[in-house]
């Protein structure tokens, strides 16, 4: 599904997106252009400024947003955001989507505040996202069989792009490499910090400052991400009891599980299921 939409008047409601993988559109808002939903919706939300400036506000203030920037809005994240104040107009490619397990861990972008995601582009790494996002949503809005999986596609390139351009993305040291592989390779495995740090030789305190400044996360956010992500591959893929698949990537509890799950993905796990083709 897209959209091509002009708006000079503000939004205030419920709206929740359909089920549908990918909703894609071109908005051209004037200077009273806002949009507020107060819990959000059930999918994420991404948005690159053309030209012009938005805001996205949360509860400690909020991030303006000029042309050559992205916002991700997480599931069940308030959205309230608009044209800044004092600029003319803002106009975005926006997508709301349901991501694919293994996009996760691409979106380990800075977070101002939480659940919404903020990147700055080069020109560069700009010229590339907004052409992969234009195709994604000239896609989307075509006639075409399989327009949505095409859509996605596009959303994926735009998606890589973001992550190439995270200082995560440069090569990593060597120890931070070995625990993010020690995590992996053990998810299911109830882990402490002190049994990854000895298989890395490094401290605690060491491994976690590291891990952070080049991955962009907490070793303790990057197993559960990586959790998840094998969740919902195994969710799309086969037919064993969520309990069963909980206690496959660690998890000890199904309850926290599908809270976890919910909060990342937007759905749970049950709902998750369903959308699979």
Not at 67 to 85: C, K, M
Request: glycine share 6%.
């Amino acid at each position: 599904m897209a959209e091509n939409l002009k708006y000079s008047a503000s939004r205030r409601d419920d709206y929740t997106p359909s089920a549908a993988p990918i909703v894609t559109g071109v908005l051209q808002g004037d200077s009273r252009y806002t949009t507020w939903r107060a819990r959000g919706t059930q999918d994420y939300l991404l948005m690159l400024t053309l030209t012009g400036c938005g805001r996205v506000g949360h509860a400690r203030g909020e991030v303006r947003v000029e042309p050559g920037e992205l916002v991700l809005i997480r599931p069940g994240t308030r959205h309230d955001y608009g044209t800044a104040r004092g600029a003319s107009h803002w106009e975005l490619v926006w997508a709301h989507f349901q991501p694919r397990p293994h996009w996760l861990e691409w979106l380990t972008w800075p977070e101002p505040a939480p659940g919404i995601l903020h990147l700055a582009l080069t020109s560069e790494q700009n010229a590339l996202v907004e052409s992969a996002l234009r195709l994604m949503d000239t896609r989307a809005r075509s006639a075409a069989p399989h327009r949505a999986a095409w859509a996605m596609h596009g959303l994926e390139e735009a998606l890589l792009h973001c992550a190439a351009a995270l200082p995560s993305a440069q090569r990593h040291d060597s120890r931070v490499a070995a625990a993010m592989a020690y995590l992996i390779e053990n998810l299911a495995q109830p882990l402490t910090l002190t049994e990854v740090a000895a298989s890395t030789g490094l401290s605690v305190s060491r491994l976690s400052h590291r891990f952070k400044d080049e991955v962009g996360i907490t070793p303790g956010q990057f197993l559960e991400r990586e959790r998840l992500a094998r969740a919902a591959q195994l969710l799309q893929l086969t037919t064993r009891p969520i309990a069963a698949i909980a206690e496959e990537v660690g998890f000890a509890s199904p309850i926290h599980f599908s809270l976890r799950f919910k909060k990342a993905f937007g759905h749970n796990p049950r709902a998750f299921r369903k959308l699979v083709p």
